[in-house]
């Protein structure tokens, strides 16, 4: 299990196109992805768990992966929410 945390500093946080960016790039893996804000843990591949934690800017999450791809999916997905989703 690998995870690390990531400050949102993109406008609108992780919410509407951003988090559909997000849960698209995570579906790409094979491994388990959650994210976690606030000792709330929801899937990193569903819409409504992300959207559902309220994630505005400013806001401190942690990525975590548990699987055979772990560390390459919370590196990119990391770096995707790092990029501000090239906004």
Do not use: C, Y
Not at 11 to 20: I, N, Q, W
Not at 61 to 68: L, R, Y
């Amino acid at each position: 299990m690998v995870s690390s945390e990531v400050t949102v500093q993109n406008s609108v946080g992780l919410h509407a196109r951003p988090a559909t960016f997000f849960i698209q790039r995570a579906n790409e893996f094979k491994s388990s992805i959650w994210v976690e804000k606030d000792e709330r843990r929801v899937n990193a591949k569903s819409l409504l768990g992300v959207l559902s934690l309220g994630i505005v800017k400013g806001t401190v999450i942690s990525i975590i992966a548990d699987g055979s791809d772990q560390e390459e999916a919370v590196k990119t997905l990391v770096e995707l929410i790092k990029s501000n989703f090239t906004e």
